[in-house]
């Protein structure tokens, strides 16, 4: 029994070793892919949880669409081949973010990504959002244009005034749960119909989004249908990304996007609705033929501007030295009583 304790003790420390180690907050790198970790943000209303791979600058920020969570993008963290830091952010109110209250606007979704980024140190991004995630991409670009170095749009939303009126009425109310838990049932069907022949745990993924996001998803839609997003589109000074798949719900539209800008780089992947998730290696390498001249460029666009930088400084410098100096007319001295 005695000589048995040492070789337990030593059996014991073997297997430990193999063991592999848990960390919290980590996720192991597929094959050949990346180390993803994953944290909270703060930002005055609450916190936002991410996911990211360390990089270099610019970063490249995910939103992803209603109902889904950051986690729609880790297949394509882990195979992007740029060096840029990655960041996939859940949405106020999906994932694991803090939950909302009211109706927020576009506005108040593109505030928070924004002090999520200032939070983690971002100054400068590129951004692709997919289904709301992209009207929030439009958002940010526009309000934000010295910091976003591109726009991307996976699954774009064009709808007409009265289009986003009627989309109001449908999708406004909540699933909210019942005793006897039809809205599992209903939150099933709502799924299926939207994606007929998905992959069953795809789909039971995104029911449970749905459940867990059952106050945020008509909240998000809200959102959406008092957003003009071609408008926004159209203004956008950035770079922009335009990607659709065949089985997108908003594919018979796609054309209609491409046609408010004719400059975009345009891609058309697989996927249906989930083309992150089904056509990660689709997705990276058209974001790597997009991004990457764009960051090689953005060195000499820098040094080019500051020539024109000095210049406009020294013409300032200049107008200050020549402007000629204010006088005033003496004051006749006063005399009498007042």
Known sequence: MKTAKPKARAAARNSKAR???RRSKVRAPARGGRVIRSGYVDTRDGQLHYREVAGRAPAIVFLHQTASSSGSFLRVMQRLRLPNRL???DTPGFGSSFAPRGWPSMAD????????????GVRRFHVFGQHTGANIAGELGLRHPARVASVGMLGPVPMSAAERREFRKLLGAPI???PDGSHMLENWG???????????????????????????RPQAYRAVSFN?????????PAPVLLMSSPGDYFFERFPEVCAVRPDAAVVTVGGDNFQAL????????????FIAPLDAAAPARARAARPVAR???RRTKARRVTRPARTTAARPARTGKR
């Open 19 to 21: 063991a592999p180690a």
């Open 87 to 89: 960041i996939a952010l």
């Open 109 to 120: 979704y593109a505030r928070w990504t924004i002090e999520a980024l200032d939070g983690l």
């Open 176 to 178: 909210a749960p019942r």
């Open 190 to 216: 709502y799924a299926t119909q939207y994606n007929p022949g998905c992959d069953p745990e795809i789909q039971h993924d995104e029911v449970v989004s749905m459940l867990r996001a059952w106050r945020a």
């Open 228 to 236: 003009d997003s071609l408008a926004v589109l159209r203004k956008l």
């Open 278 to 289: 089904l056509d990660p290696d689709g997705v990276a390498r058209a974001l790597e033929k």
């Open 311 to 313: 210049d406009a400084a």
